[in-house]
């Protein structure tokens, strides 16, 4: 059914839709109107045989997610940010015990500064957890992807992660398609674990493992998502087939055939960009776009494919690591390694906090990279004269104080807005 | 397309005002995307939301940066924000207040657009009268079909009824429906 309704509303609908058995969540901003829908779904008696279990804080929510899903339970959870750190351990828990949870990150920045708005620093942060990590490029996509997380998670016993960005996403009002539940009851079968804690057959999950094993269960991991990188596209085209609308896969292309300068980017930048692109190719110039749906698995081999025959491949990501630069620019090198002609890799860090990517400053960075390229990582829009000015004030003075506050501080006094006469 | 920045303040229905508007577009077949700017909304505290309306698929996740129509819900942000930031040549303004563009200081803006493409509303009134609460959105929303005819005065009834079922929903009708016919009228005497 078409729809004129929240993101975070349609991805209620649609988790409902999988007939998750367990639902436990703590509430977080931009995550919160998610688990909200799903509550009252189950409130309403709409989502039935579901136990929506309020808990205390965010590692409890993950916690109870494991062990609902070791007694074979469908099991779902949501979180964002601070959220997603606070239940670290127990992220790493799931992947490592091969649990098949699903979970939203509703992905925004990470503090010091405390800051509540968008950016991908919450799913890089646990990209390395053992967690399938696929990021929705608009609310469509975020509906047909948790349908699909539900699949693919139980076909490997693993869990997924479904990065939608937060606010953008979540809290855009939009046209979606929900589909029906006959559909999603044809495409995901009921839950039917590997390994199940059972009274009447017994088992224990969680052993320790020592040095004689342990490679062996990390490798069996590796292996699984390995296996994701052919499911991933094989689930989508199932999935196509059935609703009728493309979603998921490892990476889709957009304009790229003829292209000398590549995009890659992850979630709803990749509208923006679209958008851009249109206006530059208006101009004649050979620009597409490769958008990145996992992050985890990496499709090595399928992005190599696609971006093989670029001159210049701009990577536009809203993360970085401190002390080295983007992180999917680095696996985006990675994925070039060893390649006789490479193309360039320009690394672009944007949207930090929530500042808007905007066309103008798109256009100005995909021109820049091909005219002047900069080295190592472009920070877009970045006012380099309060980083000046900050920098100038701290080696002035060694008592400089917190950097974050004296930086409002000086944007508010420079505040030029007089009202209209 | 056809992009709308909602200015007002926490409290005002900004952000409904901006959904029920991409619904209203959504009943005439037409795609819509509506979101907020995203602040740490507080009751007072200015608070915006954009509104894109289109025939084709709205990829642009920007926020509305050169609005083609500007709705404020409260004539004191004039003095607070750069309210008018980006509006375009030719834009639309509708004003939520019971003064005049003369008596709000703002002739010289206003001068800058077309004649038929200004207006006041007085919405709060409008909303006491009718709903009994100082809400102005669902009032500036009738106004609105009127001025632009981006979306029909129908669809945002239909909207609004979607959203408020019953009495409320009647009461917010009522108040979009004579915001809408004092802005017809107005625009009537205008073009001649």
Known sequence: MLKQIEGSYAMAEAIALCRPEVVCAYPITPQTHIVEGIGELVREGKLARCEFINVESEFAALSVAIGASAAGARAYTATSSQGLLFMAEAVYNAAGLGLPIVMTLGNRAIGAPINIWNDHSDAMSMRDAGWMQLFAETNQEAVDLHIQAFRLAEELSMPVMVCVDGFILTHAVERIEIPSQEDVDAFLPPYDPVQVLDPREPVSIGAMVGPDAFTEVRFLQHYKQQQALSLLPKFAAEYEARFGRAAGGLLRTYKADDAELLVVAMGSVNGTIKDTIDEMRAESIKIGLVTLVSYRPFPTAALRAALANAKDVVVIEKSFAVGIGGQLANNVDQALRNMTVAPRVHSVVAGLGGRPITRAALHRVFRQAVIQPWEATHFLDLNERIVAAEIHRTRKKRRSGPTAENILKRLASESSFVPAE | ?192
């Open chain 2, 1 to 192: 397309m056809f992009q709308i920045r909602i200015h007002g303040r926490g409290g005002q229905g900004v952000v409904t005002a901006a959904e029920l508007l991409s619904v209203a577009a959504f009943i005439e077949d037409q795609h819509a995307q509506a979101f907020p700017s995203f602040g740490s909304e507080r009751m007072g505290a200015p608070v915006v939301s954009f509104c894109r309306i289109d025939s084709k698929e709205i990829r642009l996740r920007e926020p509305v940066l050169e609005p083609d129509a500007l709705i404020v819900q409260d004539a004191t942000l004039f003095k607070a924000v750069d309210v008018f930031h980006g509006l375009k040549d030719g834009g639309y303004l509708l004003v939520n207040t019971n003064k005049s563009f003369g008596e709000l200081h703002l002739d010289s803006v206003v001068a800058k657009l077309p004649a038929g493409h200004i207006v006041t509303v007085p919405a709060t009134e409008l909303a006491l009268k009718h709903i009994g609460r100082p809400v102005p959105n669902a009032a500036l929303l009738g106004a609105f079909a009127a001025l632009t005819g981006t979306v029909r005065l129908d669809s945002v009834a239909k909207a609004i009824h979607e959203a408020f079922p019953g009495k409320i929903g009647d009461a917010n009708v009522a108040a979009a429906t004579e915001a809408h016919n004092a802005v017809a009228a107005a625009r009537v005497r205008t073009a001649a």
